[in-house]
């Protein structure tokens, strides 16, 4: 039997990335999905290159940031499959700046759309997923477990969401429910395009990650499934960094004995 088998996945911001990375995963391991984006051409194209039947899949246009088409998503996807087990919080995104430079609205949008949407999503989902002893997967960063330059609202953000999952875990494990978090370093998807374009920055990615390189949405999905899964019944309150060991060097120099 397949892990996610008669079970309902819901995965926000799903039309690519981690997102669709994720959603595919879960399709192949026999869950039935409520997806959502704000990209609806995109999120319906993708969702037909899925390997799950139709009347496995719901595809819903959601703005993450505006309470009553949070609520009215996770209602429809309930109504339409009659459960929610799991949930993954994967909307996020940032405008660059240091807090000197970054305006009122800037702020507002980052911790609106990379932290308010796991709040309204996990509201909305929590009686749901308590009704059936569910989890809760939070697509974090790396960012909320350090700081970067000039990304504050997105370091603020992410933090957030960090420190939300581990309360919410205390909150919801009376209730059987289980919440973690996944923490990504520098991943292959759109949103770091831009980024891995540039040589520079990506020698000094190479120079600073153990491993070498940047991530793939696969393996980030990976890590999302084996947290959703029975295979981690008794994991709650985990912000797992999967960031190829970036996160696990202190930045001092490496010393190497010569080999004699």
């Known amino acids: 039997m397949k892990r996610f088998e008669g079970k309902t996945v819901l995965v926000t911001a799903a039309a690519s990335g981690i997102g669709l990375a ?23 194209n993708r969702a037909r290159q899925l390997e799950a039947p139709v009347e496995n899949l719901l595809c819903s246009a959601v703005d993450m940031r505006e309470k009553e088409q949070v609520e009215a998503f996770v209602a429809k996807a309930f109504a339409n499959f009659g459960r929610i087990d799991v949930l993954v919080n994967n909307v996020g995104g940032g405008r660059r700046g240091r807090v000197q430079d970054l305006g009122d609205e800037d702020w507002r949008y980052v911790l609106d759309l990379s ?5 309204l999503a996990s509201r ?22 350090a700081g970067d330059g000039g990304n504050v609202a997105y370091n ?7 420190n939300m999952t581990r309360g919410m875990a205390v909150d919801a494990g009376p209730d059987g429910v289980r919440v973690n978090a996944i923490c ?9 395009e ?13 120079d600073r990650i153990p491993l070498g390189r940047a991530g793939e949405a696969d393996e980030i999905a990976s890590a999302i499934a084996f947290l959703a899964s029975d295979e981690a019944s008794y994991v709650s309150g985990v ?10 060097w202190t930045g001092q120099p490496v010393w190497r004995p010569r080999k004699k």
């Open 194 to 206: 831009r980024m891995r374009a540039s040589e520079t920055v990506m020698q000094q990615y190479g």
């Open 124 to 145: 909305a989902a929590m009686p749901h997923l308590a009704a059936v002893r569910g989890n809760i997967v939070n697509i974090a960063s790396i960012s909320g477990l």
């Open 184 to 192: 990504p370093g520098l991943t292959a998807t759109p949103m770091t």
């Open 115 to 119: 932290l308010g949407s796991v709040f």
């Open 22 to 44: 994720a959603a595919r995963r879960f399709a192949r391991e026999g869950a039935r999905l409520a997806l959502c984006d704000i990209r609806e051409d995109e999120l319906a």
């Open 239 to 248: 912000c797992l960094a999967v960031d190829g060991g970036l996160t696990a």
């Open 156 to 162: 603020a953000a992410k933090g957030a969401v960090v």
